[in-house]
Nanobody, 127 residues
Framework: QVQLVESGGGLVQPGGSLRLSCAAS????????IGWFRQAPGKEREGVSC????????YYADSVKGRFTISRDDAKNTAYLQMNSLKPEDTAVYYC????????????????????WGQGTQVTVSS
């Protein structure tokens, strides 16, 4: 079945790094914008980052700018989120999502019509 599968989460100390992966199954990521979202306990889901399908334009939430890097490898049908200088406030379940290019216009990337969502991976930043 069509799905996205995240991996790479875990427990890390403040200042540490993790790389999340988002692998697509039964569909091709080439024509999709990929977004990363997160949800902490008791909080609403928030957008973290997005990469376009066309020219690889990237977007970041202010809270992660300069620390996180989104990328994609369409040959591997996988997207990534490299997270550096992690802070306790980055603790959350992280989800990747895919929006078809014709539903991913403009710069308000958190409002794209994401068709597919992964199951989430837990990231905990704690000493």
């Amino acid at each position: 079945q069509v799905q996205l599968v995240e991996s790479g989460g875990g427990l890390v100390q403040p200042g540490g790094s993790l790389r999340l992966s988002c692998a697509a199954s039964k569909f091709t990521l080439d024509y999709y914008a990929i977004g990363w979202f997160r949800q902490a306990p008791g909080k609403e889901r928030e957008g973290v980052s997005c990469i376009s399908s066309s020219d690889g334009t990237t977007y970041y939430a202010d809270s992660v700018k300069g620390r996180f890097t989104i990328s994609r490898d369409d040959a591997k049908n996988t997207a990534y989120l490299q997270m550096n200088s992690l802070k306790p406030e980055d603790t959350a379940v992280y989800y990747c999502a895919a929006a078809p290019f014709y539903r991913a216009y403009g710069t308000d990337w958190w409002t794209y019509e994401y068709s597919y969502w992964g199951q989430g991976t837990q990231v905990t930043v704690s000493s």
